[in-house]
């Protein structure tokens, strides 16, 4: 190998350069900064459709986002949806009434669960379930509310 | 006519030997493979041969690499640019760009580029080392030619593939920045924290590390058989250096196709 | 087909064959045959083109195995040991390629390196001087820092023939060694083998089909033909051969045992038909 010291510089370079492409695209690209196993606590919310929300799907309060949904599952007795949400540790003064309602960022984009504050005094412990969820808007749903309320309209003069 | 001679049995005959043909290629291939792992141990002690495989293998496609992957990147902020425009969109573009080559673009071109250049350069260089009986001199002087020759340009070629892809995909994605933000006015927040957001590191850069991965011992254990099995005349070599290419191209897309299906397909 | 004994000095034979029966492809290659090659000398294994001379070669060397017989090599049986033992076996048979097999991205010292380096632990300055050692005895010590596809066919060879000689084995198997060189290059080829032969206690293989070169050089004279061997024995034994297959190979007439047309309909019937 006449050149072996060269040689060695470059496939070192060339094995640094795509480690760093690895660490940009971790870092820069994807939500490796944010992502991390801080200490969280698990709530309950059920509702009767939850459109398009998916395991993963963000959960904001006041617009933060506070934690993710972490399972999905259906309550066959109840027929309701029953999510379970990961809600970081920081995050444990949510009065008991808090309830829980699914909107959609934008106009077409993912659905996420807000979080409406109550007013109790006593706070939601590991595990407690939301009450009085509001469940997603369905679309054909909501036309077929206009729909009928515009022909109820021209019916009555 | 006798049925033996009808030209239907000829059909099916034709394709049974070829059947067995392919099967057989398969099981050799299959033990190839196998001789190149047991090789591992050897090769850590004389890493040496490892690092000028890994100069020529990966460090002269380096430069490919990256060209295509700014290109694919501009064009990817282009296009993307016109269609999500149509929705009022055009903020999204930084998600869109960075999942489509971290998820797809960046390891399935990638390989095709590596099975091009680097996989074809492989199995014609092993295939004349068939031809002027070098393979088969090393064996006579007791060397393994599996271990000395086949197994440092294996393993150099899984080791550069995923590397590559993840230089694809980063060179692509500032391309899509530099088309997308610097060119066309996309807000260069929205372009970074939409895309930030929108992908997560276990779904889709650590699959597509995996999938960059899957590609490169497969495009590599192509190569690397294609010039050992092959007939040792110059139209033979030729051939293999051929059916590495095309095979190679059907192996990852296909491989992509069902990789995808089990990475993405429940999301 | 009596076995005349051509030195009575060696008894003790670094090469058995026994029954040995190769084919391939459908085709019988050897049928049952024996050879011994004793030790120290030049053995010459003589036939006309695919023969199979070159297969014998490989069975030796454990490179193919036979479907029937044995091929022992000093005491052990070729086809029966494991790698590392097979391996280990070759380290003590040189061989010489008819193409020289030189790894072509390494220079005429880095070729007559490559055993020393993988299979010894010797110090540079020790595998220096072993490598120009071999090399000057095939008087190719100047020529080291040149690349293979810089030399002639000749040279070629005698650097395979230095590579081979790097581990001081104990045999050496030349495939075609005359094949296709020009007088001078022929020349030097002969004397070395017959040199090194004797200097270094070799016990050598010639397979060849140049009949004056090997029988000037050869001990004992092996001739296959068809699977089977015709003519054993000293090379003045052999010319005397009262096979007529064998006269004709050693001659070289075109015509005799092994016709000059190839299987065909009658000539006359071919032509007006």
């Avoid at chain 3, 380096?117 to 220096?128: F, N, Q």
Wanted: hydrophobic share 45%; with cysteine; net charge negative.
């Amino acid at each position: 190998m006449l050149h072996s010291k060269s040689v060695a510089f470059f496939v070192g370079l060339f094995v640094f350069v795509g480690i760093c492409a690895l660490f940009f695209l971790a870092m820069q690209v994807s939500n490796l900064s944010s992502f991390n196993d801080r200490e969280s606590y698990h709530l309950i919310a059920k509702f009767e459709n939850i459109g398009g929300l998916k395991v993963r799907s963000p959960i904001t309060v006041s617009g933060v986002r506070i934690g993710r949904i972490s399972n999905i599952s259906y309550d066959k007795n109840n027929y309701e949806a029953i999510v379970e949400m990961r809600i970081d540790a920081e995050y444990d003064t949510f009065p008991t009434d808090t309830s829980a309602s699914i909107f959609t960022a934008g106009l077409l984009g993912e659905q996420y669960i807000s979080l409406n504050v109550g007013s109790e005094d006593e706070f939601l412990a590991p595990g407690d379930e939301l009450e009085l969820n509001q469940s997603a808007l369905v679309l054909e749903e909501i036309i077929g509310k206009f729909l009928f309320s515009r022909a109820e309209e021209r019916a009555s003069p | 006519m006798k049925f033996e001679e009808s030209p239907i049995f000829a059909i099916f005959e034709r394709l049974g030997s070829k059947a067995i043909g392919t099967l057989e290629k398969l099981g050799r291939s299959s033990l190839f493979l196998m001789r190149i792992f047991c090789g591992v141990f050897e090769l850590l002690r004389r890493s040496g041969l490892l690092i000028v495989q890994l100069y020529s293998v990966g460090v002269l496609t380096f430069l490919l690499i990256a060209i295509s992957g700014l290109f694919v990147g501009m064009v990817l902020g282009l296009q993307g640019y016109t269609i999500l425009s149509d929705f009022g969109a055009e903020q999204t573009l930084g998600v869109m760009v960075a999942a489509s080559l971290v998820r797809e673009l960046g390891p399935v071109v990638s390989a095709l580029l590596f099975a091009g250049r680097a996989g074809s350069a492989l199995t014609a260089e092993i295939g004349i080392m068939i031809v002027t009986e070098q393979l088969s001199g090393m064996e006579m002087m007791a060397v393994d030619p599996i271990k000395r020759i086949i197994a440092p340009r294996f393993f150099a070629g899984l080791i550069s593939m995923p590397l590559l892809a993840a230089i694809f995909s980063m060179i692509g994605v500032l391309g899509g920045y530099f088309v997308g933000v610097g060119l066309l006015g996309v807000d260069e927040g929205a372009f970074w924290s939409q895309m930030q957001a929108g992908l997560d590191f276990r779904e889709d850069i650590l699959n597509g590390v995996i999938k960059s991965v899957v590609f490169g011992c497969v495009v590599t254990w192509i190569a690397v058989f294609e010039g050992y099995d092959t007939v040792p005349t110059s139209e033979g070599v030729s051939r293999a250096t051929t059916r590495t290419v095309v095979h190679s191209a059907f192996a990852i897309l296909a491989l992509d196709f069902v990789l995808t299906a089990l990475m993405f397909g429940n999301l | 087909m009596e076995k005349m004994q051509s030195s009575p000095t060696d008894s003790d034979d670094v090469v058995v064959i026994r029954g040995l029966s190769f084919s391939r492809g459908g085709r019988k290659i050897f049928d049952a045959i024996d050879m011994d090659i004793p030790r120290g000398m030049v053995t010459a294994i003589m036939g006309p083109s695919g023969s199979g001379k070159t297969t014998l070669l490989k069975l030796i060397g454990g490179q193919l195995y036979p479907q029937a017989g044995r091929v022992v090599v000093n005491g052990e049986t070729v086809h029966e040991l494991r790698n590392d033992a097979l391996y280990n076996l070759r380290k003590s048979m040189g061989m010489l390629f008819q193409s020289g097999a030189l790894l072509t991205d390494l220079s005429v010292f880095e070729n007559v390196a490559f055993p020393l380096r993988e299979h010894t632990a010797l110090s540079e300055s020790m595998i220096r001087s072993l490598v120009l050692m071999k090399l000057q005895a095939v008087g190719l010590r100047g020529a080291r820092k040149l690349m293979p596809a810089e030399l002639s066919g000749g040279m070629a060879r005698r650097v395979a023939l230095a590579r081979a000689i790097a581990l001081d084995p104990m045999m050496i198997m030349y495939d075609e060694p005359f094949t296709g060189q020009d007088p001078i290059s022929m020349g030097i080829l002969v004397k070395l083998i017959r040199e090194l032969n004797d200097a270094l206690g070799l016990t050598s293989i010639v397979v060849s089909h140049d009949v004056q070169e090997t029988a000037a050089i050869a001990d004992q004279i092996y001739v296959i033909s068809q699977g089977k061997v015709v003519g054993q024995g000293s090379p003045e034994m052999i010319s005397r051969s009262s096979s007529a297959w064998v006269q004709q190979f050693m001659t070289g007439a075109p015509d005799g045992p092994v016709p000059f047309h190839y299987d065909a309909i009658d000539y006359s019937t071919d032509i007006l038909s």
